[in-house]
Every structure is written in C-alpha cells, then in structure tokens.
C-alpha cells in the first residue's frame, strides 16, 4: 500500500525564515510526485511535479527537490501570503490505477510579518 | 490554464434530499475526473474515478447507490448524493487530469450541510 507522510503537521515561522518542509513516500515504482497548496475552504492548488530522483523544480520563493524516499519543499524568506497547507502526493507507475494520488495530511503553514 | 469550476460552493439542505455536484474543467478536456472528500482538518480521502463514458470506480467503502457519479462528456462530471443524512456533511472536492503525466488540477470545492 503507497503511503505519504508529511512533516512537521504544523510549521509557525516570520516573515523572510526560510524553512523547508519534507514528504516520505513509500511506493512500488513512482510515476510522479506532486505538490499542491491549499487555502481553507478551497480546493488545491498545483504546484510542482517531480518525476525522478534529483530532480528539483522551482516558483517563486518554492523550490521542491526529490530524493528516492522523500521530497523536500524549500521556502524560502516566506511572507504572510505563502501561508496555507502544503500536501504532497504519489502517483504509482503502471497499473490501472488513472492517475489515482496517495495524499499526505498536509503541513499546515503559517508565516507572520 | 486548467481550470476547473465545480458548482454549487455551499448546499445547505435537509434530510432525505438528494443533492448533485457538477465538476467542469474550462479550458481542457479531462480523460479523468476524481472525487474527494475531506474532513475537517484532514487530507483528501479519493471516493471514486472516473473516466468519460465509462462507469465510475469507486474506492472501498465508499457506496456507490449513495453516491452517483455520472461522467458524460470530456469536460463534465457530476455527483448526486442520494437522500443524504447529516453523516453525509462534507467538504467535497473534483478534480480532473487531462492524461498521461499531467497533474491534477483541483475544483473549489462543495460544502455540504445536512440538517
């Protein structure tokens, strides 16, 4: 069974400390990992997708990287505005599966000014 | 690009009524469209697939007469909770793919209230 861990559930920093914000995975062959954000009460929003190890994408003040095991999503100097609930995703290779993501719960984060 | 609308936001009805959520991605065509629900302060938990013109998959546990999923076009997915009780109050969520390793782009979400 594929699972996502995300870590830490909860990240409280000041506006302009960079952090950065891991996602364990466990999964027979990867097709995709994906980063969303979300807002309260809205749906998520696409961030990135990261398709092998070693793999890094950026946006903004976000940069995702990839390892075999985890994925890591660098902010960095966030502002009140990146504060939301980051969540990562697995996608398995091959099977029937349509695409179908394995979520972890999310770590909620709030920056202040 | 890749928008997806999902409509109505917020239902409020009472017991015994059914209630149907459309899920329209705007600007691509959706070879698969997905329904969530999320609980309070929890993450997505996937209640079923589907792909155009084909029936619904749906996760387990989750009954498919309850919730009834119809896929009739690229673009359009619909679910209609049948005479839904207050346990069925939710936050439910689509999402569509357009196929191959593309992402899955999110709706708002329904914000289901059974009184």
């Known amino acids: 069974e594929d699972q996502v861990t995300q870590s830490p559930e909860a990240l409280r920093l000041q506006e302009g400390e960079s952090s950065s914000l891991n996602c364990s995975y466990t999964?027979?062959?990867?097709?995709?990992l994906f980063w969303y954000r979300q807002d309260p009460g809205k749906g998520p929003e696409f961030l990135f997708t990261?398709?092998?190890a070693g793999e890094e994408k950026e946006k903004e003040r976000l940069k995702a990287t990839l390892t075999k095991k985890e994925s890591f999503l660098h902010i960095t100097a966030p502002k009140p505005e990146d504060s939301a609930t980051y969540l990562c995703a697995v996608q398995r290779a091959g099977g029937t599966s349509y695409g179908k993501l394995t979520f972890g719960q999310g770590t909620i984060l709030t920056v202040h000014p | 690009g890749a928008v997806v609308s999902q409509h109505p936001s917020r239902v409020i009805c009472k017991s015994g009524t059914s209630v149907k959520i459309e899920c329209r991605s705007l600007d691509f065509q959706a070879t698969t469209m997905f329904w969530y629900r999320q609980f309070p302060k929890q993450s997505l938990m996937l209640m079923a697939t589907?792909?155009?013109?084909?029936?619904?998959?749906?996760e387990q546990g989750v009954e498919k007469d309850k919730f009834l999923i119809n896929h009739a076009s690229l673009t359009l997915s619909t679910l209609t909770v049948t005479s839904a009780h207050p346990e069925d109050s939710s936050f439910y969520i689509c999402s569509a793919r357009q196929g191959g390793d593309q992402p899955q782009h999110f709706g708002d979400g329904t914000r289901l209230s059974i009184l």
């Open positions: 990261l398709y092998s």
């Open positions: 999964v027979s062959g990867l097709r995709g």
């Open positions: 589907s792909n155009e013109g084909s029936k619904a998959t749906y």
